[in-house]
């Protein structure tokens, strides 16, 4: 069992930079690929961005490639989502999710989701 507390985000302007945080609560963090995905208002959960265990494998989304920095600290049981140059095509809640075994992009093969943070873009 994983359980995951997302937190960092938040209301900001268009251009502006949040950094969300996920904490992990597992003894085997680093075994495990850690993935943001959000969800805007009447839409489906999108994935946003993943990290292997090592984080020496990332996959992004298109549309946050080269503004979206993943990172994770295995030692303190952390993953994060850097966002800069942020649009208000960005505003949604923001899930961390954790899947065993190796990076994808695929919403139903995270098994263990957080509740959530909200980031608001303004124009």
């Known amino acids: 069992q994983v359980q995951l507390v997302e937190s960092g985000g938040g209301l900001v302007q268009a251009g502006g930079s949040l950094r969300l945080s996920c904490a992990a609560s597992?003894?085997?963090?680093?075994?495990?690929?850690m993935g943001w995905f959000r969800q805007a208002p009447g839409k489906e959960r999108q994935f946003v961005a993943a990290a292997s265990r090592l984080s020496g494998n990332t996959n992004y989304a298109d549309s946050v490639k080269g503004r979206f920095t993943i990172s994770r600290d295995n030692a303190m049981n952390m993953v994060y989502l850097q966002m800069n140059s942020l649009k208000p095509e960005d505003t949604a809640v923001y899930y961390c999710g954790a899947k065993w075994g190796g990076v994808s992009n695929v919403e139903v093969d995270y098994g263990f989701w957080g509740q959530g943070t909200q980031v608001t873009v303004s124009s």
């Open positions: 597992t003894r085997t963090f680093s075994f495990y690929t």
